[in-house]
């Protein structure tokens, strides 16, 4: 027996439904393809060279936008990782100005992102060295606050970057397992794959940067509009807990110095120092002038610790925290403007004396010429 006949009607529905489905299919996967190759576009007309550049324009964002250019042939490169203080106060121009008044041939490339923790650094030097950096040398700035637990995995976008496969690469395993669970390595991910993702905030801030500025030109001041808003600043952190204050949540961690350290600081630390080992470059340690807190002392007792590792690269450390005077600095942390010359000579200072100590230390001689290339700032 044969069976029921279709109704000619439904059949033509069904194909017509299938049809429909099909072209809603491949529409979504043409947008798709779309969005992510506009956000590769638009992220790469964003980006800048950090030879050009003194720091990480858009202060705890933006890492992804930073890129380094081949070094140039008889220089010495020198990557540094630090936080506001070698982001915002004029740390990196110093260094260069110095390193160019004495004729040394050395280029510094700033990675320094506002409010940094140390879960920060390796993803900043990962993303550098994914790059190709080839560093000679590498500067490791932090204050005993940089092991600090504000409550956030990490302070800045740097983990935005974290699942770029050349990123991933680099960084061990572990750091993975303790800082990204699944749900988190799959919007890393994303990011990855569509950069849009995390550049949202700093388009969202150069947009209202820009009709603030159009505006006054035309004599329209907006700034007490903007400044009742919820719009992102360029720090994370600040922008996490202006964001638990309209939730009505009591904001954790504003006095930094104040906070205890994250559990995995001592395990975190040591990574970093691995894989500058494993670039086979000497690193510097510089715990820089800060206040003096309970913490100080824990935190120098992680930092000497860990450089006195034995490692295939020689591994530096010098404490200025002592230095910190309240006439010289606005805050526990950043130098004021009078002072930024001073307390850069001596972190300065203290890495040219670590480097003459080393194999490297022909590398840096002063030029006898006198003559070479500058940086810009």
């Known amino acids: 027996m044969t069976g029921p006949a279709q109704h000619p009607e439904t059949d033509a529905s069904r194909r017509e439904h299938l049809r429909v489905r099909n072209a809603a299919f491949w529409r979504t996967v043409a947008l798709a393809v779309v969005v ?3 956000s590769h576009v638009i992220e790469r007309r964003m980006s800048y060279s950090l030879a050009d550049k003194p720091m990480i324009v858009h202060g705890g964002y933006g890492l992804s936008l930073a890129r380094i250019p081949p070094k140039r042939p008889g220089t010495f490169r020198v990557l540094m990782l630090g936080n506001s203080v070698y ?14 008044a004495e004729h040394r041939p050395i280029e510094f490339i700033n990675l320094a992102q506002i409010g940094a923790s140390i879960n920060d650094y390796p993803l900043e030097l990962g993303w550098a060295l994914a790059q190709d950096a080839r560093p000679d040398a590498v500067i490791v700035s932090l ?8 409550g956030f995995t990490f302070n800045t976008d740097a983990d935005q970057i974290a699942y770029v496969p050349s990123v991933h690469r680099l960084i061990p395993e572990s750091f993975y397992e303790r800082n990204f669970d699944r749900t988190a390595a799959v919007q890393r991910t994303i990011s990855a794959i569509a950069p849009l993702r995390r550049i949202d905030t700093i388009l969202q801030y150069d947009a209202t940067q820009a009709i603030q500025m159009d505006l006054k030109e035309r004599g329209v001041d907006i700034a007490w509009l903007t400044g009742t808003l919820p719009l992102p600043r360029l720090n994370l952190v600040v922008n996490q807990f202006d964001a638990d204050r309209r939730r009505g949540r009591r904001p954790e961690g504003e006095a930094w110095l104040a906070r205890p350290f994250k559990p995995d600081a001592d395990q975190t630390f040591n990574e970093l120092l691995d894989m500058i080992d494993h670039a086979g470059v000497p690193a510097f340690v510089i715990r820089q002038q800060c206040g003096h807190k309970p913490i100080s002392e824990q935190a120098l007792a992680l930092i000497e610790e860990a450089v006195s590792r034995p490692r295939a690269v020689p591994v530096g450390f010098v404490d200025l925290e002592h230095l910190w005077t309240p006439d010289d600095f606005g805050d526990d942390i950043h130098p004021t ?21 080393t194999a490297s230390a022909a590398a840096i001689a002063p030029t006898t010429s006198g003559a070479m290339t500058s940086q810009r700032n």
């Open 36 to 38: 992510i190759v506009a």
């Open 87 to 100: 982001q915002k106060c004029g740390i990196c121009q110093q260094y260069r100005a110095d390193a160019e």
């Open 143 to 150: 204050g005993s606050f940089t092991f600090s637990d504000l």
């Open 337 to 357: 403007r009078e002072h930024a010359p001073a307390y850069t000579r001596s972190h300065y200072d203290a890495f040219i004396r670590f480097i003459e100590s």
